[in-house]
């Protein structure tokens, strides 16, 4: 199974940016969809962003226009830039494979450290 190693979490902001890279152990070439998901405490993993084999993406609404996902398969590496950060994205997040469906991804994998994002106010 492919393992993943989210990084590039950090405090900063409002208004800021940050870009958290996934790097997998195996090639990621042939994985349906990568995704990039967040979690806070007490409440439920959410979807943030997903990209498809094809280069399709999904956003959830919340980051549509600042967050950007994209994967690089010679460096088996997805990528969550985010910008325009807000006080309500900080959070823990992942990054999975799976099977994408429509607007949504079923992730397959098992979840990892994650990496924190806190944003200030």
């Known amino acids: 199974q492919v393992q993943l190693a989210e990084s590039g979490g950090g405090l900063v902001q409002a208004g800021g940016s940050l870009r958290l890279s996934c790097a997998a152990s195996?090639?990621?070439?042939?994985?349906?969809?990568m995704g990039w998901y967040r979690q806070t405490p007490g409440k439920q993993r959410e979807l943030v962003a997903f990209?498809?084999?094809?280069?399709?993406?999904n956003y959830a609404d919340s980051v549509k226009g600042r967050f950007t996902i994209s994967r690089d398969n010679a460096k088996n590496t997805v990528y969550l830039q985010m910008i325009s950060l807000k006080p309500e994205d900080t959070a823990v997040y992942y990054c999975?494979?799976?099977?994408?469906?429509?607007?949504?991804?079923?992730?397959?994998?098992?979840w990892g450290q994650g990496t924190q994002v806190t944003v200030s106010s």
């Open positions: 999975n494979f799976g099977l994408s469906f429509d607007s949504t991804m079923r992730a397959l994998g098992s």
């Open positions: 990209i498809t084999s094809g280069g399709s993406t």
């Open positions: 195996k090639s990621i070439s042939s994985i349906n969809a």
